[in-house]
């Protein structure tokens, strides 16, 4: 199975064998290639309402790498979700095209509800036995962060998309290199307002674990783990204090772009935004009261792929 998460900042890939269904829900994915380019398909869409031709051509230049990826693994069956960007712009339609004469399958715009449940049922698979329930899970994207509140059991009980993604309050209020206090200020009384709204239509105040995905958390996590390469296997249920990442946000938010590239675990597609998405996590925990975050590898991705296994006959 190949699963393509296309979302405002990067492109990712999994392909993978999915489990035997006679080996139990808690059988894992078989990783066959994970993949992550940085494209920045909503470059000034926030502004302009439209993809930009060559943030489209960026994202064509990937999927074609793609495209042979699954080619030589084999995959027999491939789906691919567009988010945030693709659902907010004017000319969807050339994406949509693209994509079609690339990869060979149209991109399936998903909700932000159905963006939702993809993350959850990637992230909340596979969580440590002291994670208690229920679940808030944040995807902190790069347009947009979906909180959904659930159990492993009983799935998804309620689930938000609000606007405040890495790149989207980057180019809204984070023009400076660094940034300014005021520039901050702004940046945070945006977050906070979404963030608030979002807590109470989910209810996220009474979670009880706060799972966090997505290349802003992870990153926030290698870095307070003092990570001198990104290490999945090392961020991947890692629990950080909500001191930990206030003052890796901080950190991030006083240095320049420069200095945040020569972090050892900074990817160069993302140094520009981390301040913005590490805001976000900072701010959400503030707001729900959660003193730490479980970050998880498995996200909206790893849903994909769970949601082409065949239903039972």
């Known amino acids: 199975m190949a699963a393509i998460d296309c979302g ?8 993978a064998d999915l489990p035997d269904p006679a080996a139990g829900p808690g059988a894992p994915l078989v990783d066959l290639s994970r993949r992550m380019e940085i ?21 064509r230049v990937a999927l074609a790498a793609y495209a042979a990826e699954i080619g030589k693994l084999g995959a027999d069956r491939v789906r691919m979700c567009a988010t945030s960007a693709s659902r907010d712009a004017s ?14 399958v149209a991109p399936e715009v ?8 993809l993350s959850f049922t990637g992230a909340v698979r596979g969580l440590p036995a002291d994670a208690r329930e229920p679940y808030l899970v944040i995807d902190i994207g790069g347009g947009s962060t979906e909180f959904v509140v659930g159990t492993r059991s ?14 989207r309050m980057t180019e809204r209020h984070l023009l400076g290199d660094p940034p300014g206090l005021d520039e901050i200020a702004a940046a945070q009384a945006d977050i906070t307002e979404a963030a608030d709204r979002a807590l109470e239509a989910v209810p996220g105040r009474k979670a009880a674990t706060l799972v966090g995905l997505a290349g802003s958390v992870t ?15 090392r961020i991947h249920h890692a629990r950080v204090s909500y001191d930990a990442v206030a003052e890796v946000t901080a950190d991030l938010l006083a240095k320049t772009r420069e200095q945040r590239l020569a972090i050892p675990v900074m990817h160069p597609g993302r140094a520009d935004v981390i ?38 006959s």
């Open 110 to 117: 998903v909700t932000g509800d159905e963006e939702a449940r």
């Open 154 to 167: 009983g799935g998804v009980e309620a689930a938000i998309s609000v606007d405040i993604g890495c790149v």
């Open 91 to 104: 000319n969807a339609g050339d994406f949509r095209a693209m994509v079609e004469r690339t990869l060979g």
């Open 39 to 59: 494209v920045r398909l909503g470059q000034g869409v926030d502004k302009t309402g439209r993809l930009a031709p060559e943030a489209i051509e960026r994202t």
């Open 275 to 312: 301040g913005a998405g590490a805001l976000v996590l900072r701010t959400i925990m503030e707001r729900a009261g959660m003193s730490a975050v479980v970050a998880s590898e498995h996200d909206i991705l790893d849903g994909i792929a769970w949601s082409l296994l065949p239903s039972p």
């Open 8 to 15: 405002t900042n990067s492109i990712r890939l999994l392909v």
């Open 219 to 233: 990153t926030v996590v290698a870095i307070a783990e003092g990570l001198t390469e990104y290490e999945p296997g």
